[in-house]
């Protein structure tokens, strides 16, 4: 392994914005006074690279905890040939080294903007009218500044109308523009100082919130701000208390632990839970309807089964091999699942990953039925309980980390539960996919330059070719180091958000050398042969 002593130097060089202060050592780069994360990666920054006599000479610099945005990773072998003082290299080595840290310089490390301000709490309560397609809520958001004085809270919120924004009852000015709530704070909030604003809203959305009127079911299908304002980006951590008001007769499922319900009277309850763990917003939901329920312990996991349309033995049929599941990703990511888990039916959905919950169609749950072995939708959702949930791509242009992971892992509880042959199955499928992308044109890095107006090629790259990816990535490495390396990459980035680099560096730590030229190739361009 090649882990050499790095010493930086800012040579006058023009630095990116914010400066960034240089130290010694591997791993004491600076940003703004604060040590980044202890793990000695380095960013090669290309952009400043220079012809020397000695050759080719660059600027390192080192990630942080939730780096804003960096030019490009390099692994620990390559930084041993790229030193501050220049590289000597042969002259075919330079350039392909070079081209494709520039090419990774146009790659953001993570896509969302510097808020300014940490969420660390929502406290939500929706009254739902399920035949009108109409929401009410109140809500208190709790956050803190960051590393500069807060004037703005600025929140996504979908096509909410907010009714009011308080501070201790005070009223604040708040205005709403391009799916975003901006509320103006009575006063700077200080740096590190902590917060709240209280909210009321309602809305009928068009999508995020469906509410099937014939079935007297609602549930939520991914995008979160369109029912209760939220940072929609998935690199913003906060806990929840959910509150849902709805008629008496009707059952309702929802991420976190179960609280006792209230009697509203006239007909209404308030069921609430309490998610206490930090958890991306576009994993809060709920699912509600008059459902039959069933429930089953599985060691220590309380199994939750939720439907209209399915008796309680179809029920237990359908979901009877979830333990299984979380038995086996378990035991690849090295991490007990936490809490209970419930899966509903809903009218239609293609289905949803919510932390400890997932919804799937009742259609789904009939093919099930029909064919016991049509378990990978199943099996997908509740591997991003740990991939996708529990390590979360940090921007969305990294977003195959979480379904290319999901994608992979289903084929591989498949082939443990199912057969080698259940598993060549999904892998030619994802060939020929690739295949087809690139027969067309629509071959991508698996890494986005920006992911605003994803297209069906697009979506087919991130899970299709981001699962193809691995699954090369654990034929070149071999049984034993692949799922080593996967472990520690779970282990170490529980509860965090992560970047590609972040994968990267985990799988050459398990195979003791760079893989650059496997990521070059596969991951940030598009020459891996089939």
């Not at 380095?42 to 000479?57: T, V």
């Not at 979380?326 to 035991?331: E, G, I, R, Y």
Request: hydrophobic share 40%; with cysteine; charged share 20%.
């Amino acid at each position: 392994m090649c882990f050499p002593q790095l010493v930086c130097s800012c040579r006058n060089l023009p630095l990116p914005n914010p400066p960034l202060a240089c130290g010694k050592g591997r791993g004491q780069i600076m940003k703004g006074g604060t040590p980044p994360r202890a793990r000695g990666h380095c960013f090669f920054a290309p952009s400043l690279c220079r012809r020397q006599e000695e050759g080719w000479g660059g600027v390192l610099f080192a990630t942080s905890h939730k780096p804003r945005s960096a030019p490009g990773y390099a692994s620990p072998c390559l930084q041993s040939l790229l030193s501050i003082k220049g590289c000597r290299m042969r002259k075919g080595m330079i350039r392909r080294a070079c081209v494709t840290l520039l090419m990774m310089s146009s790659i953001s490390a993570v896509a969302a903007e510097k808020r300014g301000f940490d969420v660390l709490h929502y406290t939500t309560t929706l009254d739902l009218d399920i035949a009108a397609g109409e929401v009410h809520g109140e809500q208190v958001v709790r956050f803190r500044a960051a590393d500069a004085p807060l004037q703005q809270l600025v929140l996504d919120s979908g096509a909410l109308v907010v009714a009011s924004a308080q501070h201790n009852g005070r009223p604040l000015a708040f205005a709403q523009e391009n799916g975003r709530l901006i509320i103006n704070l009575a006063e700077p909030l200080q740096a590190g100082k902590e917060s709240s604003v209280e909210l009321k809203y309602q809305g009928k959305p068009a999508f995020g919130l469906e509410f099937a009127a014939a079935r007297n079911e609602v549930y939520t299908i991914f995008s979160t701000s369109q029912w209760m304002p939220s940072i929609d980006a998935p690199d913003e951590r906060a806990t929840l208390e959910l509150a849902l008001r709805l008629p008496k007769e009707l059952l309702a499922t929802a991420v976190g632990d179960a609280l006792p319900s209230r009697d509203l009277g006239g007909g209404r309850m308030e069921h609430r839970w309490h998610l206490r763990t930090p958890m991306p917003g576009y994993v809060y939901g709920f699912a509600a309807g008059p459902y039959r329920h069933v429930q089953q312990m599985h060691g220590k996991t309380r199994l939750n089964y939720y439907a209209v349309d399915r008796s309680q033995a179809e029920l237990q049929q359908v979901f009877t091999a979830t333990g299984g599941m979380l038995d086996f990703f378990a035991d690849r990511a090295g991490l007990a699942y936490q809490g209970d888990y419930s899966q509903a039916l809903v009218a239609r959905t293609i289905g949803q990953e919510m932390a400890g919950l997932s919804v799937m169609s009742e259609a789904y749950g009939q093919r099930v039925l029909d064919d016991p072995s049509q378990l990978a939708l199943m099996a997908h959702e509740a591997a991003h309980q740990w991939w996708g949930n529990r390590v979360t791509c940090a921007g969305w242009e990294h977003f195959w980390l979480n379904e290319g992971m999901a994608n992979f892992m289903t084929a591989a509880w498949l082939q443990q539960s199912q057969g080698e042959a259940a598993y060549q199955t999904m892998v030619e499928s994802w060939r020929t996919r690739v295949q087809a992308l690139r027969a067309k044109g629509s071959d991508r890095a698996l890494v986005y330059p920006d992911w605003n107006k994803p297209s069906a090629d697009d979506r087919a790259v991130v899970y299709q070719k981001g699962a193809y990816v691995l699954h090369r990535l654990r034929q070149t490495l071999g049984e034993e180091v692949f799922w080593r390396g996967l472990r520690e990459y779970t282990r170490a980035n529980d509860g965090r958000s992560v970047v590609t680099a972040d994968f990267q560096a985990a799988m050459e730590t398990a195979a003791g050398h760079s893989l650059q030229p496997f990521f070059d190739d596969w991951v940030y361009a598009t020459g891996g042969e089939l």
